[in-house]
């Protein structure tokens, strides 16, 4: 659990995480045409809060009164870093100390961040908050951030947004469940893929671990079953396929080059997944931000 005030409901957000031995980069462009207030997408926003209910409103009142009264309706954007523990532990909160304009760039060192809250080197989790976003239902970040993690032999980057959206927080909304595919695990001689799971809220008092379910399918049907294991509030566990599946999961893939798909599920929240791959001999890693399945991406067009 975080502290109460840790964001304000209509602050854009995302959690990633950090790993001992690569800095750790965030980089965000804000468009030029960004406006804090646009009143032609306004009504939506209105009719988005009215769904909420009075905690809907209240906020909405919150956020776009003390915008009108401060004449603020264009809108500089400030940052900030929380860093938790890979277990949701709350361990340090740093300020971004300049604002940026529309059209700005921000480039943040997150490991840098790190290092100056006095923490020592180690597996951490990050959330980025962002003091404004687009007049939607959801506040999106005008934009996309890009992750990079660096090495000695070590360069990868995967991009992703922020969002005001409530998520995981049962006094205002209950989620049906998270399905996450990975058609392209691998385990073999030379690489071994992993998942990474995260247990965000858009309620700092969260409270509620997770406990997902995985499979890992072959070409000809073959199937292995695994409990991923807790994800505590706030926090975020990676398990290899060899963690999941057994140290000889090499060999159950092999009759099909080392290739198989893992299909990760768990009621009730709703979880963002990482997927990594690493060279065995730590020469190399990749790592991709996932997407909703194709099924869900249909319905929703629908």
């Not at 947004?161 to 049962?170: E, K």
């Not at 695990?185 to 071994?192: E, T, V």
């Not at 893939?253 to 709703?270: D, N, S």
Request: with cysteine; net charge positive.
């Amino acid at each position: 659990m975080l502290s109460k005030d840790a964001w304000k409901p209509w602050e854009p957000r995302f959690g990633f995480p950090t790993f001992m031995g690569l800095r750790t980069l965030a980089s965000f462009s804000i468009r030029s045409d960004f406006k804090s207030f646009n009143l032609a997408r306004f009504p939506g926003v209105v009719k988005h809060a009215l769904r909420q209910g009075w905690a809907g409103v209240r906020d909405c009142m919150h956020e776009y009164g003390t915008m009108l009264v401060s004449g603020d309706v264009r809108g500089r954007l400030r940052f900030r870093i929380i860093v938790t523990s890979r277990k949701g532990e709350m361990l340090g909160v740093s300020k971004v100390p300049e604002s940026y304009p529309p059209g700005g760039s921000i480039d943040i060192d997150v490991t840098d961040v790190i290092e100056k809250l006095g923490l020592p080197p180690d597996n951490y989790m990050a959330t980025l908050v962002m003091s404004r976003g687009r007049t939607d239902g959801f506040r999106s970040s005008p934009g996309s951030y890009s992750m990079t993690y660096i090495g000695d032999q070590v360069y990868t980057t995967y991009r992703t947004g922020g969002f005001a959206r409530i998520l995981n927080d049962p006094t205002r909304k209950r989620h049906a469940g998270f399905r996450g595919i990975n058609p392209k695990a691998i385990a073999n001689n030379g690489f071994i893929s992993s998942l990474l799971l995260i247990n965000h809220s858009s309620n700092p008092s969260y409270d509620e671990s997770a406990t997902p379910h995985s499979l890992l399918l072959r070409a000809d049907g073959a199937m292995r079953e695994a409990t991923f294991g807790v994800i505590p509030p706030f926090g975020g566990v990676e398990r290899s396929l060899e963690g999941l599946f057994g140290k000889d999961v090499s060999e159950f893939l092999a009759p099909f080059g080392g290739r198989g798909t893992t299909i990760t599920t768990c009621p009730g929240v709703t979880l963002a997944s990482l997927h990594l791959m690493r060279a065995r001999d730590g020469s190399s890693m990749s790592i991709e931000h996932s997407r909703p399945t194709h099924t869900y991406l249909l319905h929703d067009a629908v």
